[in-house]
């Protein structure tokens, strides 16, 4: 079901194309919760996240796409573009990432295209090249978790418990913490199948 496309163009400039099932208006909408943009990437870990009032956010935490992790703490500036956003980082190799919304075809299975560009041309290229270890190697990751995310909010973005759950608990765990809840839920489920199975089985034998 994953439409993943990874490229690149000279050495500073990385992007990935996802197709999603929402509508050109709908993903719009979505992008401009840039926390949860940020916060649905698998590869970081947040410590703080803050925002003022002129689409500017200061958030630090730890990149783990690297084989050793690395600490950030950087301020976004957000701006809105006539086909989505761009957000631009004032500290940091990278210079700013791209969020694109494009329509698809009528006759596709989805409704649009979003392409996510990261672009690395804020600095010099000696600086570049002493700052490789802070690249975020996380783009393929994030884009396959977004789109993941996407179907599920198309399918139960309408059922307020969910939306609850996915913004007010889902949303503030790190990675690791979703992983493990996840385990949780899942021998949970297992539990609750095997009594039912155990409590069937009885009523056979005994009734």
């Known amino acids: 079901m994953n439409d993943l496309t ?6 500073d400039t990385a ?18 919760d840039v926390e949860r943009l940020f916060r649905i ?3 970081l870990t947040f410590k703080s996240w803050q925002a003022d009032d002129e ?7 730890q990149n783990i796409s690297q084989d050793e992790p690395f ?3 950087l301020t976004l500036q957000v701006r809105k573009l006539p086909d989505g956003i761009e957000v631009c980082y004032q500290q940091g190799i990278k210079s700013s990432t791209i969020f694109k919304i494009e329509p ?3 006759d596709s299975e989805w409704k649009s295209k979003l392409t996510i560009t990261d672009t690395y041309g804020g600095m010099s290229e000696k600086d570049r090249k002493e700052q490789l270890h802070t690249v975020d190697r996380s783009l ?7 789109q993941q995310y996407l179907l599920y909010w198309h399918r139960f973005s309408r059922i307020g418990p969910w939306r609850w759950y996915m913004k ?12 493990i809840t996840y385990m949780f839920l899942l021998i949970s489920v297992i539990e609750v199948f095997l009594i039912g199975l155990g409590a069937v089985i009885f009523l056979f034998e005994y009734s």
């Open 6 to 11: 990874l490229d690149s163009a000279e050495d």
């Open 15 to 32: 992007w990935v194309s996802i197709q999603t099932p929402l509508d050109v208006e709908s993903l719009t909408s979505f992008c401009q």
């Open 41 to 43: 990437n698998p590869m």
């Open 55 to 61: 689409n500017r956010f200061q958030f630090s935490g």
């Open 71 to 73: 600490d950030f703490d």
């Open 104 to 106: 698809l075809p009528d």
């Open 140 to 146: 393929t990751a994030w884009a396959k978790y977004l």
């Open 168 to 179: 007010r608990i889902w949303q503030p765990m790190n990675p690791s913490a979703r992983r």
